[in-house]
Every structure is written in C-alpha cells, then in structure tokens.
Nanobody, 127 residues
C-alpha cells in the first residue's frame, strides 16, 4: 500500500502563491508517476500536472493548459515528496487539490488511471 498526505493549502488573495506538498509513504517503489488533480464544487475532478518519479527531462512532466506558466510540479525523491508550486493564483483555481500516484509509466490525464489518492487539501483564492 501507498499512503499520500497533502499539505500546504489555505486561503490566499488573487495573484498570490502557495506551495502544496504531498508526502508518500509505504510501498513507494510501486509507483512510477505522481500527479495533482483538483475538484471545485459542482465540477468533475480535473488533471493539473503529473511527473515521473524518475527522469529529469521535460518529457517526464506534463501539465494542463490552464496552469502553464503559473504552476510547477516537482519532486524530491530522497524525501518521497511531491510538490506543486502555484503562482499568480486566480479565484477560479479555488478547489480541493488531490495528490495521486499510479503504477503505470504514462503521464495519465485520466483520474481513473491512478491507483492511490490522498485526502485532499483545500485551496481558496479570494478576489
């Protein structure tokens, strides 16, 4: 089993920044990709970004069009921790942000492709 615990959410004004963290424990060798998803009230869960647990090229990360230039996904393998640096936040970024991990190697956009999930952390951006 893999346990994922997110932290770093909170309330921020538009234009501000937050950094989310996701600490992984358990059988961390069993997954190849980690990602961030978000879900706003009344909306479906949507893909934010993903990264392979090994590899450091641009092909080892992927992110949604709506976060390009604002959010950056990264990882610290030694700490088994995934990060999401969020800059230039907008009110429409308000959502619960979830960390996820999958055994497969592809940078999947579909939440059904992920095998493990954290409990989520709330991000609220005020205008």
């Amino acid at each position: 089993q893999v346990q994922l615990v997110e932290s770093g959410g909170g309330l921020v004004q538009a234009g501000g920044s937050l950094r989310l963290s996701c600490a992984a424990s358990g059988r961390t060798f069993s997954f190849a990709v980690m990602g961030w998803f978000r879900q706003a009230p009344g909306k479906e869960r949507e893909f934010v970004a993903a990264i392979r647990w090994s590899g450091d090229t641009s092909d080892d990360t992927s992110d949604a069009d709506f976060v390009k230039g604002r959010f950056t996904i990264s990882r610290d393998n030694a700490k088994n921790t995934l990060y999401l640096q969020m800059n230039s936040l907008k009110p429409e970024d308000t959502a619960v942000y979830y960390c996820a991990a999958r055994r497969g190697y592809g940078l999947a956009y579909d939440s059904n492709a992920y095998d493990y999930w954290g409990q989520g952390t709330q991000v609220t951006v005020s205008s």
